[in-house]
């Protein structure tokens, strides 16, 4: 499939897939070879390697995920986090300075907070809802901004539009973190984003059987995160390119149904008694629900909600529950569950996470695709 008037869905099942089909194979075979027969190739580069990630589960992969976002290139890595680490040391050097969102994914904050001094590079933090403030931390070293689509847990959603335009504004490279919305629901090129990166990991794949990660955008970027990939080593497997390859076909329909279930779940969290809060873009009470229907296609799968009670019955209702799973990570076809002050950000300092507004007892949700009347059945007989 070579242009697309196509629709996400069926870009999503055949663009990027090999012209002829291997052995009219309908599936993608697995290509379980490190290295391939020399054909005459100049470079280092230009050698078929799995480390180089140019084989043929690599480029079909490549193929379809920039399709799926309407963008120039795409590289899938060994991780997300490959994916953040090799971008960023992709376009920072010694010396450069980055702008990022104060409420990124605890792994990437770490990387800028805890690798960065040892790399020469410096990181300044800003409150992503107040372009205004932006300006007073540029500086002449300032490379990047780097932001999220929504955060974690709290699902709030930065002015991205602004990030974007601020970068252009300023001759900064743009990232954003797609993962949590997934090219279903937004996708970042077409809002004048330089890169965007997955955490494959999650929606894309969506089984929560492998690790993956994706760089999205501008050709020359995504080809200079590539070369960076070489040199550090996180390319993706074969067996998990297959995997990943073989997720992403069902992606659209798994994302539709998780943001149809997510909404009714958040409607009825919201009318339930016990609940104090809940935090879900596509409820009329979310802060910025406005921005969200007029950037997303869709609301997302995450929800976060708070108690009238105390932790203790936070936990009561992380025991109770009989779908969800107890578990971090997200964006399977299983419903997880967790309170993130004890897993995703039980490393913070609980006066940082109370500063964010990341309560003790606050819960979050990634919903799966069981049927929506049986999750909320589950949450009423946990809540009761
Ligand atoms: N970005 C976001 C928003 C995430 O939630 C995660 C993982 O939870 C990552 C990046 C890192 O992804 P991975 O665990 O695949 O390395």
Same mark, same amino acid.
């Given at each position: 499939?070579?242009?697309?008037?196509?629709?996400?869905?069926?870009?999503?099942?055949? $663009?990027?897939?090999?012209?002829?089909?291997?052995?009219?194979?309908?599936?993608?075979?697995?290509?379980?070879?490190?290295?391939?027969?020399? &054909?005459?190739?100049?470079?280092?580069?230009?050698?078929?390697?799995?480390?180089?990630?140019?084989?043929?589960?690599?480029?079909?992969?490549?193929?379809?995920?920039?399709? +799926?976002?309407? !963008?120039?290139?795409?590289?899938?890595? /060994?991780?997300?986090?490959?994916?953040?680490?090799?971008?960023?040391?992709?376009? %920072?050097?010694?010396?450069?300075?980055?702008?990022?969102?104060? =409420? +990124?994914?605890?792994?990437?904050?770490?990387?800028?907070?805890?690798?960065?001094?040892?790399? *020469?590079?410096?990181?300044?933090?800003?409150?992503?809802?107040?372009?205004?403030?932006?300006?007073?931390?540029?500086?002449?070293?300032?490379?990047?901004?780097?932001?999220?689509?929504?955060?974690?847990?709290?699902?709030?959603?930065?002015?991205?539009? /602004?990030?974007?335009?601020?970068?252009?504004?300023?001759?900064?490279?743009?990232?954003?973190?797609?993962?949590?919305?997934?090219?279903?629901?937004?996708?970042?090129?077409?809002?004048?984003?330089? +890169?965007?990166? @997955?955490? =494959?990991?999650?929606?894309?794949?969506? @089984?929560?059987?492998?690790?993956?990660?994706?760089?999205?955008?501008?050709?020359?970027?995504?080809?200079?995160?590539?070369?960076?990939? *070489?040199?550090?080593?996180?390319?993706?497997?074969?067996?998990? $390119?297959? %995997?990943?390859?073989?997720?992403?076909?069902?992606?659209?329909?798994?994302?539709?149904?998780?943001?149809?279930?997510? %909404? &009714?779940?958040?409607?009825?969290?919201?009318?339930?008694?016990?609940?104090?809060?809940?935090?879900?873009?596509?409820?009329?009470?979310?802060?910025?629900?406005?921005?969200?229907?007029?950037?997303?296609?869709?609301?997302?799968?995450?929800?976060?909600?708070?108690?009238?009670?105390?932790?203790?019955?936070?936990?009561?209702?992380?025991?109770?529950?009989? +779908?969800?799973?107890?578990?971090?990570?997200?964006?399977?076809?299983?419903?997880?569950?967790?309170?993130? !002050?004890?897993?995703? @950000?039980?490393?913070?300092?609980?006066?940082?996470?109370?500063?964010?507004?990341?309560?003790?007892?606050?819960?979050?949700?990634?919903?799966?695709?069981?049927?929506? !009347?049986? %999750?909320? $059945?589950?949450?009423?007989?946990?809540?009761?």
């Amino acid at each position: 499939m070579a242009r697309s008037p196509f629709g996400l869905d069926t870009k999503l099942v055949h $663009a990027g897939e090999p012209e002829p089909r291997i052995e009219g194979a309908v599936g993608m075979p697995i290509f379980q070879s490190s290295t391939y027969e020399y &054909a005459g190739a100049t470079s280092y580069h230009d050698l078929k390697y799995i480390r180089l990630s140019n084989t043929p589960n690599h480029r079909v992969l490549h193929a379809k995920l920039a399709a +799926l976002e309407n !963008a120039e290139a795409a590289l899938v890595t /060994a991780s997300g986090m490959a994916a953040v680490s090799t971008t960023l040391l992709t376009v %920072l050097r010694a010396g450069d300075h980055l702008l990022a969102q104060n =409420c +990124l994914y605890g792994g990437t904050h770490d990387f800028v907070t805890r690798d960065f001094p040892a790399l *020469g590079l410096t990181v300044d933090f800003v409150d992503g809802d107040r372009p205004e403030t932006w300006k007073a931390k540029l500086r002449p070293e300032t490379k990047a901004i780097y932001v999220e689509t929504m955060s974690n847990p709290l699902l709030e959603i930065a002015d991205l539009e /602004a990030a974007a335009r601020f970068a252009r504004e300023h001759g900064l490279v743009s990232i954003i973190d797609n993962t949590f919305a997934s090219p279903v629901n937004f996708r970042p090129p077409e809002h004048g984003f330089d +890169l965007s990166i @997955h955490s =494959c990991t999650k929606y894309m794949n969506g @089984h929560d059987d492998i690790v993956a990660g994706a760089v999205i955008g501008r050709r020359a970027l995504v080809e200079a995160a590539n070369l960076k990939l *070489g040199h550090l080593g996180g390319a993706l497997d074969p067996h998990a $390119a297959f %995997l990943l390859h073989r997720g992403m076909k069902t992606l659209g329909v798994r994302v539709r149904q998780q943001n149809a279930s997510a %909404l &009714a779940i958040a409607r009825f969290l919201e009318g339930h008694p016990s609940v104090a809060q809940v935090r879900y873009p596509g409820l009329e009470s979310h802060p910025r629900h406005e921005r969200a229907r007029r950037l997303f296609e869709g609301f997302g799968g995450m929800l976060a909600f708070e108690l009238r009670g105390d932790v203790a019955a936070a936990d009561r209702v992380l025991e109770r529950v009989e +779908l969800p799973i107890s578990a971090p990570s997200l964006g399977g076809v299983e419903s997880l569950i967790t309170r993130p !002050a004890t897993t995703s @950000h039980s490393g913070m300092a609980p006066e940082d996470r109370r500063r964010l507004g990341i309560a003790d007892g606050l819960i979050r949700l990634s919903v799966g695709i069981e049927s929506t !009347a049986d %999750l909320i $059945a589950d949450l009423e007989q946990a809540l009761g």
